[in-house]
């Protein structure tokens, strides 16, 4: 049985792409694990493969030292910009409040320093936490 890997930066679209395959397969979206949550045990199999979700590189060979075996790998790529405006959203006090410094909404930053600020910390290191 071979194993089909969801690749994508976070932000990207990973999760959706989990739930439509989860409804293609007849299951909830933990028959398509995310490994960084979930465990590999749950992926069901569908057609000789089993499906999962993961938020690194491409060439994963195993997990938890379990081998993948990963036959075919989907990898996901969104613009980055909208990317940035997505994660910006849900680190906001609108949705998740976890920036490192709050703010209410993206709209409320946009244009100033702090949104230069997160802005230009995405592009060096990818994420927004120091």
């Known amino acids: 049985m071979g194993m089909v890997g969801i690749y994508s930066f976070p932000k990207s679209g990973n999760t959706w792409l989990r739930v439509i ?4 397969i007849g299951g909830r979206p933990s028959v398509v694990p995310g490994l960084h949550k ?4 749950g992926a069901v ?11 690194g590189g491409s060439n994963l060979k195993s997990w938890k030292g379990q081998p993948l075996n990963t036959a075919h790998v989907i990898h996901i790529r969104r ?4 990317v940035f405006m997505s994660y910006l959203n849900y680190l906001s006090d609108n ?3 976890t920036a490192p410094l709050r703010f209410s909404s993206v709209e409320e930053i946009h244009g100033t320093d702090l949104f230069d600020m997160y802005f230009k910390t995405f592009t060096v ?3 927004l936490s120091p």
């Open 21 to 24: 395959i989860a409804n293609i």
């Open 38 to 41: 979930t465990e590999l045990a």
């Open 45 to 55: 199999e569908f057609n000789g493969q089993r499906f999962f979700k993961h938020h």
């Open 79 to 82: 613009h980055p910009l909208d």
């Open 95 to 97: 949705v998740t409040g």
């Open 125 to 127: 290191s990818g994420h």
